[in-house]
């Protein structure tokens, strides 16, 4: 019985599955937090070109 325990231990301890889990979370973890990143300063000035656009348009005159 105790050598049956003593060889679960070490295979869970030697199993690498859980860790592979891990290194992907942390991957996908980066790749999101990294276009969250990069998406959010689009956004602003995205933003900030359709208040621009707007306003052009408002200040056409079609003498209508």
Request: net charge negative; hydrophobic share 60%.
């Amino acid at each position: 019985m105790h050598n049956l325990v003593r060889n679960m231990v070490r295979s869970f301890a030697r199993d690498e599955e859980g860790a592979v889990t891990v290194d992907w979370v942390m991957l996908v973890a980066v790749v999101v937090v990294s276009g969250g990143l990069a998406v959010a300063p689009m956004l602003l000035s995205v933003d900030d070109l359709g208040a621009k656009i707007a306003a052009a348009i408002l200040a056409l005159d079609f003498g209508w």
